[in-house]
């Protein structure tokens, strides 16, 4: 059998193959953030398309952390049921589900929330606050938080956490120079921007127990002046690993990137440019031993065979391409091996936004011109 479809294991948890379903917000929650059973079947359809692994759509923690409409809340109990029904279903179905517990920092919706977004230091853009400072006693109510939402999704029968620490999120906020000013303890050295994860990290560890999967995505770099390097996200990667995380997802990139270097690249992706990160994965392989997860504009079979044979990440993430295709990984193991038909236009957000969930506009749109 092909490596990429042998069984595997992250910490206690076996997988059926190593493709993974890449945190994806869905938009299909309800307005106060519950589950509803239109997300429950979406996730059943990649479980029974033969994803290995799902990742939900982020999940947030705390009210102000809030970045999206129609986005999966966790931030209370009383959001446990809907989530649980959904993680049976989940199961039933012979899927794994893990979900993706984040704060959306300085990129937090005061229109959602009501509330002023919060950061590790304030972030001028065009002149224009995006959020305040946070104090160190938010930071400890933060670490708190963090740690009940990840206890809540246990509880909900989520098979893991992924922290989100990439993309320009609280954490990578933390982690990274470009956006920490703090002159503190969560401020300057590496072991200062890395203390509020390390807390938040260890406090999770310490209520879910050791068998319980913790995972977290990270930028490979963050492609801004004073961000995140390769080389820095290695020596974050070489902690982690001692603290016991389980294993490490790699994207890359910020809103505030430059255009082409966001995480959601927009644009057709021809083969010699698939898989964005896979350099700095190869990097990461040298030195961690860690479990990685790729991801970012992976599109073939070939590409992804390529990477898990060649020891470049341990397992292949995708986002877009499921949004269109949920069976892919099925057709692929079936042998039917044509690269996924996603364009990567991003036109899917565009119904999520307006409450309808995400969706693929341009096959909608193909199907519409086979029919006139
Ligand atoms: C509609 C949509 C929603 C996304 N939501 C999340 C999210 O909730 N959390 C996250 O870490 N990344 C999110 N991403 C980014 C993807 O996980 C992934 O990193 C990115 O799309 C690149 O992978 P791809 O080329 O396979 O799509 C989202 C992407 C899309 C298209």
């Given at each position: 059998?092909?490596?990429?479809?042998?069984i595997?294991k992250?910490?206690?948890?076996?997988?059926?193959n190593?493709f993974?379903?890449?945190?994806?917000?869905?938009?299909m929650?309800d307005?106060?953030?519950?589950?509803?059973?239109?997300?429950s079947?979406?996730?059943?359809?990649?479980?029974?398309?033969g994803?290995?692994?799902?990742?939900?759509?982020?999940?947030y923690?705390?009210q102000?952390?809030?970045?999206?409409?129609?986005?999966?809340?966790?931030?209370?109990?009383?959001?446990?049921d809907?989530?649980?029904?959904?993680?049976?279903?989940?199961?039933?179905?012979?899927?794994?589900?893990?979900?993706?517990?984040?704060?959306?920092?300085?990129?937090g919706?005061?229109?959602?929330?009501?509330?002023?977004?919060?950061?590790?230091s304030?972030?001028?853009?065009?002149?224009?606050?995006?959020?305040?400072e946070m104090?160190?006693?938010e930071?400890?109510?933060?670490i708190?938080d963090?740690?009940a939402?990840?206890?809540r999704?246990?509880?909900?029968?989520?098979?893991?956490v992924?922290?989100?620490?990439?993309?320009?999120?609280?954490?990578?906020?933390?982690l990274?120079?470009?956006?920490?000013k703090r002159?503190?303890?969560y401020g300057?050295?590496?072991?200062?921007?890395?203390?509020?994860?390390?807390?938040?990290?260890?406090?999770?560890?310490?209520?879910?127990?050791?068998?319980?999967?913790?995972?977290?995505?990270?930028?490979?770099?963050?492609?801004?002046?004073?961000?995140l390097?390769?080389?820095?996200?290695?020596?974050?990667?070489?902690?982690?690993e001692?603290e016991?995380i389980?294993?490490?997802e790699y994207?890359g990139?910020?809103?505030?990137?430059?255009k082409?270097?966001v995480?959601?690249?927009?644009?057709?992706?021809e083969?010699?440019?698939?898989?964005?990160?896979?350099?700095?994965?190869a990097?990461y392989k040298?030195?961690?031993?860690?479990p990685?997860?790729?991801?970012?504009?992976?599109?073939?079979?070939?590409?992804?065979?390529?990477?898990?044979n060649?020891?470049?990440?341990?397992?292949?993430?995708m986002?877009?391409?499921?949004?269109r295709?949920?069976e892919?990984i099925?057709?692929?193991q079936s042998g039917?091996r044509?690269?996924?038909?996603?364009i990567?236009?991003?036109a899917?957000?565009?119904?999520?936004?307006?409450?309808?969930?995400i969706?693929?506009?341009?096959?909608?749109?193909?199907?519409?011109?086979?029919?006139?």
């Amino acid at each position: 059998m092909e490596k990429i479809f042998e069984i595997s294991k992250i910490n206690n948890l076996e997988l059926q193959n190593r493709f993974v379903r890449s945190a994806t917000w869905e938009g299909m929650a309800d307005e106060q953030g519950f589950c509803t059973d239109k997300l429950s079947r979406t996730m059943v359809n990649l479980a029974k398309g033969g994803v290995g692994l799902i990742i939900t759509g982020h999940l947030y923690v705390q009210q102000v952390g809030q970045a999206s409409p129609f986005q999966l809340a966790i931030y209370e109990d009383k959001f446990i049921d809907e989530l649980k029904a959904m993680t049976d279903e989940v199961h039933y179905a012979g899927g794994k589900i893990i979900a993706q517990i984040a704060h959306a920092g300085c990129q937090g919706s005061a229109k959602m929330s009501g509330l002023e977004p919060v950061g590790p230091s304030v972030l001028q853009v065009n002149g224009k606050a995006l959020c305040r400072e946070m104090t160190t006693e938010e930071i400890n109510v933060l670490i708190q938080d963090f740690t009940a939402a990840a206890v809540r999704a246990k509880t909900a029968g989520f098979d893991g956490v992924q922290l989100h620490g990439a993309h320009g999120y609280l954490f990578n906020q933390f982690l990274s120079g470009f956006y920490n000013k703090r002159t503190d303890e969560y401020g300057g050295s590496l072991q200062n921007r890395m203390r509020a994860l390390l807390a938040t990290l260890r406090a999770i560890r310490a209520a879910v127990g050791d068998t319980f999967p913790i995972m977290i995505k990270l930028n490979s770099e963050d492609f801004l002046d004073g961000g995140l390097t390769r080389e820095d996200v290695i020596d974050i990667a070489a902690i982690l690993e001692k603290e016991g995380i389980d294993a490490i997802e790699y994207s890359g990139g910020t809103i505030q990137s430059d255009k082409k270097l966001v995480p959601v690249r927009v644009g057709r992706i021809e083969k010699e440019n698939e898989a964005f990160y896979r350099e700095a994965a190869a990097q990461y392989k040298k030195r961690i031993k860690v479990p990685l997860l790729l991801v970012g504009g992976i599109r073939s079979f070939e590409t992804a065979e390529a990477v898990i044979n060649e020891g470049i990440a341990d397992y292949i993430s995708m986002s877009r391409p499921f949004i269109r295709e949920p069976e892919l990984i099925n057709t692929w193991q079936s042998g039917e091996r044509s690269p996924a038909a996603c364009i990567s236009c991003n036109a899917c957000f565009r119904p999520g936004v307006k409450g309808e969930g995400i969706y693929c506009v341009a096959k909608e749109k193909e199907e519409q011109k086979k029919t006139d």
